[in-house]
């Protein structure tokens, strides 16, 4: 059987916590083991971006730099009757060029400063304001739209 390319877009390491237990370093090493490119996608945060692209850099591999955003039902900016949304919806955000990258970083700030509640948040409407150079997709079974399927809710 022939070697089918395959590119993670999906992966946690140690920051993300609970969640991830891999170090960047296992991770980028596992990806140069036949991989053209990883994306990391840790919780809420990029605290592993440098050292991760650093590493795909010197072993070879395209990093994709993104992050697994917690996205409120409503604004951030509403700090009425937080405990509705202690969570938010999963979302992965990859960056796809440079204005991407700018864009989580920005995203990544306002969510743990200004968004942190239980966990750092964006919503829709910051989204919407810095989704320039991103790709965005469903993410896990903690996604708005995996939640929708599984309750039987196929709108759109």
């Known amino acids: ?5 395959f590119t993670h877009l999906h992966v946690h390491s140690q920051y993300s916590i609970i969640d991830g237990q891999a170090s960047v370093a296992a991770l980028v090493n596992k990806a140069a083991d036949g991989m053209t490119a990883v ?9 592993g971006i440098k050292e991760f692209f650093d590493l795909c850099r010197k072993k070879g591999v395209k990093p994709i730099m993104g992050v697994e955003a917690y996205v409120a039902e409503r604004s951030i900016a509403d700090k009425s009757d937080k405990n509705l949304d ?3 919806r ?8 440079r204005t991407g990258y700018r864009n989580l970083l920005k995203l990544t700030s306002i969510a743990s400063v200004e968004g942190f509640f239980y966990r750092p948040r964006i919503d829709k409407q910051l989204l919407e304001q810095y989704h320039e150079g991103l790709i965005v997709t ?7 739209v995996p939640q929708k399927i599984m309750k039987g809710d196929r709108r759109r």
Do not use: F, Q, V, Y
């Open 1 to 5: 059987m022939a070697n089918i390319p």
């Open 86 to 88: 202690r969570s938010g």
């Open 138 to 144: 469903s993410a896990c079974l903690g996604g708005e």
């Open 90 to 97: 999963h979302l992965i955000l990859l960056a796809k060029n």
């Open 39 to 47: 994306a990391l996608t840790d919780h809420g945060n990029m605290l």
